[in-house]
Nanobody, 129 residues
Framework: QVQLVESGGGLVQAGGSLRLSCAAS????????MAWFRQAPGKEREFVAA????????YYADDVTGRFTISRDNTKNTVYLQMNSLKPEDTAVYSC??????????????????????WGQGTQVTVSS
């Protein structure tokens, strides 16, 4: 069973930055794409960003492009989400997920929750205005 544990959430003012981490168990971390999703109160879970197993391909939702950066360190079984220029509308529980495969054909494919087999519990990010 794969376990995903997020950390790094917290309270930050608008315009500030946070870096989220997701540590994964298992020995084949680099064989799978990873992603971050978020869910705000009363809203559906939405795709934020994804990265291929080798780290060479990244995919972003339109509203975080240019502000958020996803990366991974396969030697540490960890994926990161660097969030800059945060806005109050970024407030949500952020969860990481492990994909069923190593890479996506497109961002459109990456944003589908059916593409992911394992999910973390999430970490709260709150951006104050």
């Amino acid at each position: 069973q794969v376990q995903l544990v997020e950390s790094g959430g917290g309270l930050v003012q608008a315009g500030g930055s946070l870096r989220l981490s997701c540590a994964a168990s298992g020995r084949t971390f680099s064989s799978y794409a990873m992603a971050w999703f978020r869910q705000a109160p009363g809203k559906e879970r939405e795709f934020v960003a994804a990265i291929s197993g080798g780290g060479g391909k990244t995919y972003y939702a339109d509203d975080v492009t240019g502000r958020f950066t996803i990366s991974r360190d396969n030697t540490k079984n960890t994926v990161y989400l660097q969030m800059n220029s945060l806005k109050p509308e970024d407030t949500a529980v952020y969860s990481c997920a492990r994909a069923r495969g190593a890479i996506f054909i497109s961002t459109g494919q990456a944003l589908g929750t059916i593409q992911y087999a394992y999910w973390g519990q999430g970490t709260q990010v709150t951006v104050s205005s």
